[in-house]
C-alpha cells in the first residue's frame, strides 16, 4: 500500500463474516471476505504493508464494538459509523454485503459518513446491566400483567386501593381455587411474579454498587442533584450518553435526544410538528419521567441538601435554578392550554439543557 497516504476500508460486518472493501489511493478497489473471529482479522491486517495509513469503518449494528477494539488494538485507525445517518439513493433495490462494503468505503473516503461516539469497557458493561434490568422491569411488568388478567377472568378482582402494594400482595396469597388446574395456573403466574421481582431488587443492588465506583461516581452524585433523577436514571444518562462534551451547545443535546420538535418549513411558511424521537430512547424516557417531578413546586428545604450534600457551589446552584425553571415551565404551558403530555415533554427538553450543564461545567 502507498506510504504516507490513507487508504479507505469499508468492513460489512456480520455474525460470521466480514466483506471487506479496500478503496486503495490510486483509485483501484480490492475486496475480500474474513471470518468474523480475531485470527483473521490479525491475519488480514498482517497483509496490509502499512497499517498506520488504513482509515477502516464499519455500521454499528449487533456485533457491537469488538471489532473497533481489534482493529484498534492492531494499530489501525477505525470508525464506527451511524447506520441511520449512512446516505442512500432514491430507487436503490439491490443491497448485498459486497456492495454495502464497496458503498463505504467509497463514502469514507467522501467524508459523507457520521461517525459515533465509542463507549468504553466500564461504560459498555455498566450499560448493558442497565438494560439488562431494563428488561427484567418489562419482564415483571408482563408477570404481573398476566396474573392480573387470569384472576380478572375468573372474575377475582382488587378493589381495595392500589395494586401491588402490601395489602394487594396479601389479598393475592389469599386467592384459592378448587380447580386443582387453575390453582397450578395461580401458582405458576405469583411464583413468575415473585422470581421476577427478586431478580429485580437484584439488578437494583448491583447498579447501586456501580454507581457508587469511578469512573461514574462524581457524575452519578452531579446529576442525582436534579429533582427526579435518581441513581438509576443519572447512571443511565452518564452510560448512554459517555461524554456530554462534544456537544458544544445544550441544544444540541436536545437533539440527540429526540426532544426537539420536527419541523417542514418552507419560504415564508413555518411548520413544527411532534418531537423528532431520534437518538436514544432510555435517555429520552428518562428525562420525560423526571420532568413529572415538576409539577409541584420548588422544594429547596432538607430533601434538596440531602441530594446535593457535598457537591459544589455551581453545582447546587444549577439544581436549584432548575426546579424554580422547569415548575415554571410546566405550568407556563399548562396554562396556555397544552396538554399534559406536552408540556411534560417540553419541561424534559428544558431537563436535558441542565443536564448538559452540569456534566461540561469545570471540574
Not at 468492513?11 to 485470527?39: C, F, M, W, Y
Not at 419560504?267 to 430512547?281: A, H, L, P, V
Amino acid at each position: 500500500m502507498s506510504q504516507g497516504t490513507p487508504t479507505y476500508v469499508g468492513l460489512d460486518v456480520s455474525k460470521q463474516a466480514i466483506n471487506v472493501a479496500i478503496h486503495r489511493p490510486d483509485g483501484t478497489l480490492d475486496e475480500d471476505r474474513v471470518a468474523n473471529t480475531l485470527e483473521a482479522v490479525r491475519h488480514l491486517v498482517s497483509r496490509w504493508a502499512d497499517p498506520a495509513t488504513i482509515r477502516a469503518c464499519y455500521e454499528a449494528g449487533p456485533t457491537g464494538y469488538i471489532l473497533y477494539r481489534w482493529l484498534t488494538d492492531l494499530g489501525i485507525s477505525c470508525t464506527v459509523i451511524a447506520p441511520s445517518l449512512t446516505p442512500r439513493r432514491p430507487g436503490e433495490r439491490i443491497k448485498t454485503d459486497r456492495r454495502d462494503a464497496r458503498k463505504l468505503a467509497g463514502l469514507f473516503r467522501a467524508d459523507e459518513l457520521t461517525a459515533v461516539r465509542v463507549p468504553t469497557e466500564a461504560e459498555e458493561a455498566a450499560r448493558d446491566l442497565l438494560r439488562a434490568r431494563d428488561d427484567a422491569r418489562e419482564d415483571r411488568n408482563r408477570a404481573r400483567q398476566r396474573l392480573s388478567h387470569f384472576l380478572l377472568r375468573h372474575g377475582r378482582t382488587y378493589a381495595d386501593g392500589t395494586a401491588w402494594t402490601g395489602r394487594h400482595r396479601a389479598w393475592l396469597a389469599r386467592q384459592r381455587f378448587e380447580d386443582p388446574m387453575l390453582q397450578g395456573t395461580l401458582d405458576h403466574y405469583r411464583t413468575s411474579v415473585d422470581l421476577r421481582t427478586t431478580e429485580l431488587a437484584r439488578l437494583d443492588g448491583a447498579i447501586v454498587t456501580v454507581a457508587a465506583s469511578q469512573p461514574f461516581r462524581d457524575d452519578v452524585a452531579a446529576l442525582s442533584s436534579l429533582r427526579g433523577i435518581g441513581t438509576l436514571s443519572a447512571l443511565t444518562l452518564v452510560v448512554e450518553v459517555g461524554d456530554f462534551r462534544r456537544f458544544r451547545r445544550a441544544g444540541e443535546f436536545m437533539a440527540f435526544v429526540g426532544l426537539v420538535p420536527s419541523e417542514r418549513s418552507s419560504g415564508d411558511r413555518r411548520r413544527q410538528g411532534s418531537i423528532t424521537k431520534t437518538g436514544n430512547r432510555f435517555v429520552r424516557r428518562i428525562l420525560v419521567e423526571a420532568a413529572w417531578n415538576a409539577t409541584r413546586k420548588p422544594n429547596l428545604g432538607p430533601a434538596f441538601a440531602r441530594r446535593t450534600s457535598g457537591q459544589p457551589t455551581d453545582t447546587v446552584a444549577i439544581a436549584a435554578r432548575a426546579q424554580t425553571r422547569l415548575h415554571d415551565r410546566y405550568w407556563h404551558h399548562i396554562h396556555h392550554r397544552k396538554p399534559p403530555a406536552v408540556a411534560a415533554v417540553a419541561v424534559a427538553r428544558e431537563l436535558a439543557g441542565f443536564c448538559w450543564a452540569l456534566m461540561v461545567r469545570p471540574a
